[in-house]
Structure formats: C-alpha cells, structure tokens
C-alpha cells in the first residue's frame, strides 16, 4: 500500500481512506478479509439485528443503465453469530472494523450497542436509514430529527466504542437531521444510504423485477446526489464523513473528498470491477496526486463551505 494514502479517522491509522460500505459483501470473515487484501482501509459488517434475518425473497437485487436497484431485506445471520465473524476478522488483521447494526427502536439499539462494545469492533454504526423494509418497519428513523437525536444520544451513553450514524438521503434537510446526531453525541456520520425507494419493471412478465416491488438505488446514478448532501452536511457540522454513494473511480474519490468527505465507501462499485476495486482506486488516487502536485490526500484542497 502506497504510504502516501495512510491517514487517520476518528484518531484510528487506516492504510487508505477506502471504506467497504455496509451490506456489501456477506456476513462471512472471508468477505471481510478478501476486501482487506484489496486495499480496503476499513471494513464494514453487514446490518447486524437481535435476532437473524433471511431478508426478502429473491430478486433481491437488479442491475439498471445507472447502477444497482437492492431490496435484500436486512438479511443477517444476527449479532451474535456476525461478532463470530468479526472475532475471527480481528485475530488475523489490525484493520479497523465498523460493526453496523439495525433496529427499529432504542432498546434494542442499545442492546445491540452493549454487544458491539464487548466485542473487537472499532467502530459502531447505527443504521437508522434502511430505505427497504418499510412494510415492515415504516419510514427509516432517519426521517426524524428526533428520533435520529434519542437513539444517538441513548446509544452515545452507554458506548465506549466511537458512535458513526448513517444517514438516509431520503429527506428535506439533511442538515437538520446531521445535526441532530452531532448534538446527540455522533462522532461520525456514514451518508449516504440507498437512494429512492425507486422501482423496475419487467415487461415482459409484466411485474415489478424485484420481488419487493421496490428497492433502494445505488452505484453511479446517485453519486451527484450524494455529493450534494456530503457537501451541505460537510458545511454545516464539524465531525467527519465517511462519504458514499456511486464512488467507482478515483477521481470520484477526490470529488467526495473535495466535498467534505474524510472517508470514501465503495460500494456498488464491487460489481462493476471487481473486489480489486479498491487498490485500483487507490492507485488511481494516487496518479491524482501526482498530476496535481500534491503530496497526499490531506492536501487535496475542500470546497469552500456554503
Ligand atoms: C446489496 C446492498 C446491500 C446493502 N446493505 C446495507 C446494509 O446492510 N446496511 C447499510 O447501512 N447499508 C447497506 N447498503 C447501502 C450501502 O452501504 C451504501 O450506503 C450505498 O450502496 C451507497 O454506496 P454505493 O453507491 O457505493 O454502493 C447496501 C447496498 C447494497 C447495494
């Protein structure tokens, strides 16, 4: 890995600013690990819930002109068995490691919370805007300034463990709702979240391609989107951002970073180049740096705030 990419989040050394998004890759230390030996500079855990779940019924996912339509249902195999996978990550690799977890209320985020703090996590990511189960579960708690306040706070609390909030970009301001968390205690925001739900239709069969109807959009066609968002957020609130959302080269890298972004997810881009993608796009960052003369990504100069 190339020295000029190491850096910090949140106080932690990581080897490059790359960050697998939650959800991405399965549940298993392999997935984890095989993302690591890509040139990932933190990984994330799938949305951990209390109990497991196996998510919706397939299609789950659906590949469009503009990137990728998901509605996976939070399949998980639950906290105890994903902190299994976990351990075994942290016995082979110092790579930090984000546990995401998913609830409906703040109880059992903070039960949720209680395991993650007893285990080898890094971090801890409260997923507060799944943008897929809403039969089940209703509008994503990211909606609500309030409620993203309550649970951050509660958990905040009782954590020792860094508290990264994601965020949906599903709602009127953003920035009210980042601000929220920050004041709730948040070290760290994730954003964004799948954008929509949006829907495809097969028309042959004459019904929706994902048997949820609808899903979340990801990959390329959301990255101008959630350069918005990043950039508002990013003038607005003080802590960092682990930026995503369409990332699959490394100029978009910079543009994220150029936004505010002090961590980039790549996601989606998985499927479109495979799991190299991240030392592709980290080599490609730094022959960024290189033509622009700067010594490393520290230098890459911001946006001007809004
Ligand atoms: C198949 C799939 C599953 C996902 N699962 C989760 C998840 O479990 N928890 C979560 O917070 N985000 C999940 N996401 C959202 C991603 O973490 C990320 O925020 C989003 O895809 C935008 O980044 P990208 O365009 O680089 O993929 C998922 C995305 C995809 C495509």
Redesign the pocket.
Known sequence: MHKRLKTKFLGVEIKSPLVL????MDMSFSGLKVCNENGAGIVTS??LTLEPRSGHKGPV?AEFEGG?L?A?G?CNPGIADGLAEIKEFKEYSATPVIV?VFATNTDDFLKLSEYVNNSKADFLEL?LS?PNVYDEFGIPLASSKNKVFEIVKAVKTKSKLPIIA?LSPNVLSITDIAVSAENAGADALCM???VGPGMLIDTKMVKPVLFNKFGGL??PC?KPVALKLIYQTYSTVKIPIIG????TSGNDAIEMVMAGASAI?????VYYRGIEVFDKINKEIIDFLDENDYTSLENVPKLEKL
């Open positions: 998004p939650a959800g991405i799938k949305s996912v990728f998901n996976m939070l995401s997923n799944c994601k964004i979240n799948t990801s990959g959301i995503m959302g369409g990332v997810g790549v996601g989606t881009a």
